[in-house]
C-alpha cells in the first residue's frame, strides 16, 4: 500500500501519509538549520495531533531524538527534563507555553504550534498564549522549508521516553540506534506481540509522550491504511471512531475499560463495533472482573503485554490463555528472557513471588540520559527490573503481583495492595480505589484503604464484600472515601504522591518496608 494509500486523522482533520512524510522533511530541514543533528535532542510539547508525529518522524530523519514531554508536569518539572535531555529546541502547542519557564522560553529555540480545532475542543479551558515575538509558528516555518531530500537515515534514533518519576527525578530512556537485524526483529515482534500488520486500522487514544502509544503511533505512519488518534480519551467518542473508521486494531489501558463499561449498556449496544480484530492493553494491572467483563462483551480479542519502557514487551498473552490462567500477563514471547529472583539474585522456583527481571535480547540496549551510574546499577546478569513483584507458574507465565515498592509488610508478612484493589474493584458502586502502608506500633505497618464510591457504599459493606474474597490479614484496618484518587494518563496510580499526602494528614512519615516485627 502506498504512502498517498493510507491516512492519519485526528479530529475532522486527515491528511495522507505522503503528505505527513512531506511536511516532515520540511520540518527535518528545519531542524537542521537550528543546529540539531545526530545524537540531539529536540521535547515535544504537545497533546496528541497530527503534528506531534510530523516533527517525532522529522528527527527521525536526521537521527536526533524527540523528547515528548508530560503535559502535566508543573513548570519547573518541565525545566528538569529540558535541561536533563539537553533540548536543542521545543516544539509546543501554544496553550502549553505556560508550562515552559520564562529563563527557558528566552534560551531555547522554540517553535510554537497553533491549536488545532479537535484539541480546543477536548481541553476547552485551555487558551492559546502569546508566543514570545522571537518564536517560529510551526506552519510558517515548514512553508519557508526546502524539503530535506534524504530518506531516514539507517541509525534513527527512537524517542527519548521519561519515566514517570515515581521514585525520584525521572530517567530519560536514550535507546542506542538498532541494527538492521535488530530493526527487522522488532518489526517481527511488533507485528506478533502488538498486532501491529500491514494494512491494520488502527485506533491510538492515549497521550504519545508515554512509550506504549508514542511507539503505535509511529509504527501507524509505516504499516496502519489508516491511524486515528483522539486528543483526549471519552468513552463514546472512543466507541463512535471505532465504528465511523471501522477500527480493527486498538490501544488502551484498564482504565478506559472501567469507563467504558459504566456506559449504559443502551449506549454501548448503539455503536457497530464489529470491525475490531485486537485490543491490546498493559502499562497498569487490570482487574479480572474487568477484563472478563470485556472479553464477554468484546469477544476474545484482548491481547495484554508486560514489559518496561528500558526493555519493551517481553511476554504476551491472548484471550484464550488469560481465560485458562485468570491473572496472567502471558509467557515470555520469542526472544525475550523473564527470571524472577530473590534479594540476592538467586532464582526463584515456581509460583514463588520475587522480583520481575526481564530482558529482549535484540531489542536495542539502552542508558539513562547523563546518568550511566543508574543505568550500571539497572539491573544482574544483563537483565533489568521495573521494580515489580511477581511469580511464574511450572508453564512459564508471568502473574504480577505488585509495585515493589507499593508491597506492605504487616507483622512480617509480605501483603500486595494490587490484590486487593482488584478484589475491591468489583463491588458495585465503588468507583476508584487504592491501599496503602501506614506506619503501625504493634505490625510495623497496617493496610489503609482510599475508596471512591457512589453515595450509599459504607465502610462495613466493603468489609463484609472482601470477608468472602480475601483472607482476614489482607483486609485494610481503616477505610478513607474520597472524591478522586490521582492517576496519570494510562490509569496508573501515583501511590507516592496519595501516600505522602495520607502520612502528612495523620502527622507521620513512612515506615521503612520490613521494619514490622517478625
Same mark, same amino acid.
Given at each position: 500500500? #502506498?504512502?498517498?494509500?493510507? @491516512? +492519519? /486523522? @485526528?479530529?475532522?482533520?486527515?491528511? *495522507?501519509?505522503?503528505?505527513?512524510?512531506? &511536511?516532515?522533511?520540511?520540518?527535518?530541514?528545519?531542524?537542521?538549520?537550528?543546529?540539531?543533528? !545526530?545524537?540531539?535532542?529536540?521535547?515535544?510539547?504537545?497533546?496528541?495531533?497530527?503534528?506531534?508525529?510530523?516533527? *517525532?518522524? %522529522?528527527?527521525?530523519? +536526521?537521527?536526533?531524538?524527540? !523528547?515528548?514531554?508530560?503535559?502535566?508536569?508543573?513548570?519547573?518539572?518541565? %525545566?528538569?527534563?529540558?535541561?536533563?535531555?539537553?533540548?536543542?529546541?521545543? !516544539?509546543?502547542?501554544?496553550?502549553?507555553?505556560?508550562? /515552559?519557564?520564562?529563563?527557558?522560553?528566552?534560551?531555547?529555540?522554540?517553535?510554537?504550534?497553533? !491549536?488545532?480545532?479537535?484539541?480546543?475542543?477536548?481541553?476547552?479551558?485551555?487558551?492559546?498564549?502569546?508566543?514570545?515575538? &522571537?518564536?517560529?509558528?510551526?506552519?510558517?516555518?515548514?512553508?519557508?522549508?526546502?524539503? =530535506?531530500?534524504?530518506?531516514? =537515515?539507517?541509525?534513527?534514533?527512537?524517542?527519548?521516553?521519561?519515566?514517570?518519576?515515581?521514585?525520584?527525578?525521572?530517567?530519560?530512556?536514550?535507546?542506542?540506534?538498532?541494527?538492521?537485524?535488530?530493526?527487522?526483529?522488532?518489526?517481527?515482534?511488533?507485528?506478533?506481540?502488538?498486532?501491529?500488520?500491514?494494512?491494520?486500522?488502527?485506533?491510538?487514544?492515549?497521550?504519545?509522550?508515554?512509550?506504549?502509544?508514542?511507539?503505535? %503511533?509511529?509504527?501507524?505512519?509505516?504499516?496502519?491504511?489508516?491511524?486515528?488518534?483522539?486528543?483526549?480519551?471519552?468513552?463514546?467518542?472512543?466507541?463512535?471512531?471505532?465504528?465511523?473508521?471501522?477500527?480493527?486494531?486498538? $490501544?488502551?489501558?484498564?482504565?478506559?475499560?472501567?469507563?467504558?463499561?459504566?456506559?449504559?449498556?443502551?449506549?454501548?449496544?448503539?455503536?457497530?463495533? @464489529?470491525?475490531?480484530? @485486537? $485490543?491490546?492493553?498493559?502499562?497498569?494491572?487490570?482487574?479480572?472482573?474487568?477484563?472478563?467483563?470485556?472479553?464477554?462483551?468484546l469477544g476474545p480479542i484482548l491481547h495484554e503485554w508486560y514489559g518496561t519502557t528500558e526493555t519493551s514487551a517481553v511476554t504476551r498473552c491472548d484471550s484464550h490463555e488469560w481465560l485458562a490462567r485468570p491473572g496472567t500477563v502471558g509467557r515470555a514471547i520469542p526472544g525475550a528472557r523473564v527470571e524472577i529472583l530473590d534479594e540476592a539474585g538467586r532464582r526463584l522456583p515456581a509460583n514463588t513471588p520475587g522480583e520481575i527481571f526481564m530482558i529482549l535480547e535484540f531489542m536495542p540496549d539502552f542508558t539513562y540520559r547523563g546518568r550511566p551510574e543508574d543505568r550500571a546499577a539497572a539491573g544482574r546478569d544483563g537483565m533489568i527490573t521495573g521494580g515489580d513483584i511477581g511469580c511464574l507458574d511450572e508453564d512459564g507465565y508471568l502473574f504480577v503481583c505488585d509495585r515493589k515498592k507499593d508491597m506492605v509488610i504487616s507483622g512480617g508478612v509480605?501483603?500486595?495492595?494490587?490484590? +486487593?484493589?482488584?478484589?475491591? +474493584?468489583?463491588?458495585?458502586?465503588?468507583?476508584?480505589?487504592? /491501599?496503602?502502608?501506614?506506619?503501625?506500633?504493634?505490625?510495623?505497618?497496617?493496610?489503609?484503604?482510599?475508596?471512591?464510591?457512589?453515595?450509599?457504599?459504607?465502610?462495613?459493606?466493603?468489609?463484609?464484600?472482601?470477608?468472602?474474597?480475601?483472607?482476614?490479614?489482607?483486609?485494610?484496618? #481503616?477505610?478513607?472515601?474520597?472524591?478522586?484518587?490521582?492517576?496519570?494518563?494510562?490509569?496508573?496510580?501515583?501511590?507516592?504522591?496519595?501516600?505522602?499526602?495520607?502520612?502528612?494528614?495523620?502527622?507521620?512519615?513512612?515506615?521503612?518496608?520490613?521494619?514490622?516485627?517478625?
Amino acid at each position: 500500500m #502506498s504512502e498517498a494509500q493510507r @491516512s +492519519i /486523522v @485526528s479530529g475532522d482533520r486527515r491528511r *495522507t501519509c505522503a503528505e505527513v512524510h512531506e &511536511r516532515s522533511a520540511r520540518a527535518a530541514a528545519g531542524f537542521r538549520a537550528l543546529g540539531a543533528g !545526530v545524537g540531539d535532542a529536540v521535547a515535544i510539547l504537545m497533546r496528541n495531533s497530527i503534528e506531534f508525529l510530523e516533527a *517525532t518522524h %522529522a528527527l527521525g530523519r +536526521i537521527g536526533a531524538y524527540a !523528547v515528548p514531554l508530560n503535559w502535566h508536569l508543573a513548570p519547573e518539572e518541565v %525545566a528538569y527534563v529540558l535541561e536533563d535531555c539537553g533540548a536543542k529546541a521545543l !516544539v509546543a502547542h501554544a496553550d502549553l507555553l505556560p508550562l /515552559v519557564p520564562g529563563r527557558l522560553l528566552g534560551s531555547l529555540a522554540l517553535i510554537v504550534v497553533d !491549536v488545532p480545532a479537535e484539541v480546543a475542543a477536548a481541553y476547552p479551558a485551555a487558551d492559546q498564549a502569546p508566543a514570545p515575538a &522571537r518564536a517560529l509558528r510551526w506552519e510558517d516555518w515548514l512553508a519557508a522549508q526546502a524539503p =530535506l531530500g534524504e530518506a531516514t =537515515l539507517p541509525d534513527a534514533r527512537e524517542s527519548i521516553i521519561y519515566t514517570s518519576g515515581t521514585t525520584g527525578r525521572p530517567k530519560g530512556v536514550v535507546r542506542a540506534p538498532a541494527t538492521p537485524a535488530q530493526r527487522a526483529a522488532l518489526s517481527r515482534m511488533r507485528a506478533e506481540t502488538y498486532r501491529l500488520d500491514e494494512g491494520i486500522r488502527l485506533l491510538v487514544p492515549a497521550p504519545m509522550y508515554h512509550a506504549a502509544p508514542n511507539v503505535f %503511533a509511529q509504527r501507524g505512519l509505516e504499516v496502519a491504511q489508516t491511524t486515528v488518534i483522539l486528543p483526549r480519551f471519552d468513552p463514546e467518542d472512543f466507541l463512535r471512531r471505532i465504528e465511523a473508521e471501522r477500527i480493527d486494531t486498538v $490501544v488502551a489501558v484498564p482504565t478506559m475499560f472501567i469507563r467504558l463499561l459504566r456506559l449504559p449498556e443502551e449506549v454501548r449496544a448503539r455503536h457497530d463495533l @464489529s470491525s475490531l480484530r @485486537s $485490543v491490546l492493553h498493559a502499562a497498569a494491572p487490570c482487574p479480572p472482573q474487568v477484563k472478563r467483563a470485556m472479553i464477554d462483551w468484546l469477544g476474545p480479542i484482548l491481547h495484554e503485554w508486560y514489559g518496561t519502557t528500558e526493555t519493551s514487551a517481553v511476554t504476551r498473552c491472548d484471550s484464550h490463555e488469560w481465560l485458562a490462567r485468570p491473572g496472567t500477563v502471558g509467557r515470555a514471547i520469542p526472544g525475550a528472557r523473564v527470571e524472577i529472583l530473590d534479594e540476592a539474585g538467586r532464582r526463584l522456583p515456581a509460583n514463588t513471588p520475587g522480583e520481575i527481571f526481564m530482558i529482549l535480547e535484540f531489542m536495542p540496549d539502552f542508558t539513562y540520559r547523563g546518568r550511566p551510574e543508574d543505568r550500571a546499577a539497572a539491573g544482574r546478569d544483563g537483565m533489568i527490573t521495573g521494580g515489580d513483584i511477581g511469580c511464574l507458574d511450572e508453564d512459564g507465565y508471568l502473574f504480577v503481583c505488585d509495585r515493589k515498592k507499593d508491597m506492605v509488610i504487616s507483622g512480617g508478612v509480605n501483603i500486595y495492595p494490587a490484590e +486487593i484493589e482488584a478484589a475491591m +474493584i468489583g463491588l458495585d458502586g465503588i468507583e476508584d480505589c487504592a /491501599v496503602i502502608g501506614v506506619p503501625d506500633a504493634e505490625y510495623g505497618e497496617a493496610l489503609h484503604a482510599l475508596v471512591v464510591a457512589r453515595d450509599g457504599i459504607a465502610e462495613d459493606a466493603i468489609r463484609r464484600f472482601l470477608a468472602g474474597r480475601l483472607a482476614r490479614f489482607k483486609i485494610p484496618r #481503616s477505610f478513607e472515601f474520597r472524591a478522586s484518587l490521582p492517576r496519570d494518563d494510562v490509569g496508573k496510580l501515583l501511590k507516592r504522591r496519595l501516600r505522602e499526602d495520607v502520612l502528612a494528614r495523620r502527622g507521620e512519615t513512612a515506615t521503612p518496608a520490613g521494619r514490622g516485627p517478625a
